[in-house]
């Protein structure tokens, strides 16, 4: 909900709260209380951590729901309130990061507590950083080399990683200078060093990692490197045609860890190409045709519309090249990258009777578009602006490492409308 006065006949109304930017600034009073010095030093740490707590919530949840707004016509919700919106988060975040390191810190060594980096160091806590390394760390690391064999892997929400850039070849000879180092969250996050004297002190797994990480690559130099954490969208949807809502947030709540990427943090000093990396990873490489367009350019608000099947594909087995679909305000995909015709010959071995539904882009396979020509699209119904989905996606297929992801862009189990469309369904769950 934007910030705007809303006229009525008799007046104006105030202006309405918009309840994002109303969560920030209650983090910001709670953030608050961690400069108050009548408040106990550690209870200041503790709201510090719980700002961080909610600012987690925040993306997860609003941020991500908002961010899905902005991207539908007629939401309120408009790339200005966007950026508005990420400048007081990155605000509440500069300001949360002050208070830690230059005033909490410094009353936490003056009180005998001490968070100490690998500089800082003296030698029997080096020797003990290097035990702990060896025996509860290294071993439950695996670097994974970026090469077209191995892709970007999957990253859980709000998990530990990091991302090297590396100098020369590996073991068998190839110059993958990426690798991503995920860090499982078995591990403590920060680990009190044993020692003598009234002082206490104790290092960050970040540190420990960034002190070995070179050993994690015999033979091979660490150009630059970075730590990084992907917060996804993490709300629970269940659809209103759910049978069994136990199994429904059951699955939800197993696959709620990768959804859709909506904020990525990585340290002050990542180089831009690193972080440039990771932000082209988490996006998929497709666009909805749809989204932003007027209801006055476009509106299919519930309408049977004509597809065609790539019928050589596993999904499409048994099914006719001419289908349908249920189009209920639904996306209709554009790859990112591909040139031309989204049905234009691709020089495959195994193709499509129906002149090749391939995309030509590597990883990507279109399985069913809409047809080329905005007259013979709607089948049953009314659909306005049809033009605007003639030859799209209606149905695609990314593969994700050794997992795939499938896109239908219209709904195959929709009541007793698409019976037509269930094998398309259940084709993808079986693969």
């Known amino acids: ?55 987690d919530e925040f993306f997860e949840i609003r941020f991500a729901d908002t961010l899905g707004a902005s991207r539908r016509a007629g939401s309120g919700v408009s790339p200005a309130d966007m950026e508005a919106l990420a400048a007081a988060a990155h605000a509440l975040i500069d300001a949360q990061y002050a208070v830690f390191n230059d005033e909490l810190m410094p009353a936490l060594v003056a009180n005998g507590i001490r968070i100490v980096n690998h500089a800082d160091r003296d030698d029997a806590e080096r020797r003990w950083v290097d035990r702990f390394f060896e025996t509860q760390v290294r071993p439950l690391l695996v670097p994974v080399g970026l090469d077209p064999a191995h892709p970007f892997p999957q990253v859980a929400n709000k998990s530990l990683n990091f991302i090297a850039r590396l100098a020369g070849k590996d073991a068998f000879g190839r110059r993958n200078t990426i690798s991503i180092v995920k860090v499982p969250r078995v591990l403590p996050r920060v680990m009190r060093v044993p020692g003598e004297g009234p002082e206490q002190s104790f290092v960050l797994l970040t540190s420990v990692i960034r002190a070995h990480l070179g050993e994690l690559f015999p033979g091979r130099e660490v150009e630059a490197f970075s730590q990084f954490r992907i917060t996804r969208d993490s709300d629970l949807e269940v659809d209103a045609d759910v049978s069994n809502l136990r199994q429904a947030l059951r699955s939800g709540l197993t696959t709620r860890h990768y ?86 010959e691709t020089g495959e071995k ?82």
């Open 259 to 344: 959804g859709q990427a909506v904020r990525l943090e990585v340290v002050n000093t990542c180089p831009a190409e690193l972080s440039d990396f990771l932000l082209e990873q988490f996006n998929l490489p497709v666009k909805d045709v749809t989204r932003g367009l007027a209801r006055k350019d476009f509106y299919i608000p519930g309408s049977i519309l004509r597809t065609e099947l790539d019928t050589m594909h596993p999904i499409a087995k048994g099914m006719p090249q001419q289908s349908i679909a249920w189009f209920e305000n639904s996306p209709a995909f554009e790859i990112q990258g591909q040139t031309g015709d989204m049905r234009q």
């Open 1 to 55: 909900m934007t910030e705007r006065a809303i006229g009525k006949p008799h007046g104006d109304l105030p202006p309405l709260l918009n309840r994002e930017r109303a969560i920030l600034e209650f983090n910001r009073r709670v953030l608050a209380q961690a400069r108050r010095d009548d408040v106990p030093l550690l209870e200041r740490l503790r709201y510090v951590c719980i700002v961080s707590s909610n600012l």
């Open 350 to 431: 195994t193709r499509s009777p129906v002149s090749g539904l391939s995309s030509a882009v590597p990883g990507i396979r279109v399985i069913a578009t809409y047809p080329k020509d905005p007259k013979n699209i709607l089948l049953s119904g009314w659909a306005l602006g049809a033009e605007k989905i003639a030859g799209k996606a209606a149905l695609v297929e990314f593969t994700i490492g050794k997992g795939k992801i499938v896109l239908f862009g219209f709904r195959p189990q929709y009541r007793g409308q698409s019976l037509a469309t269930f094998p398309l369904l259940f084709n993808a769950i079986s693969q």
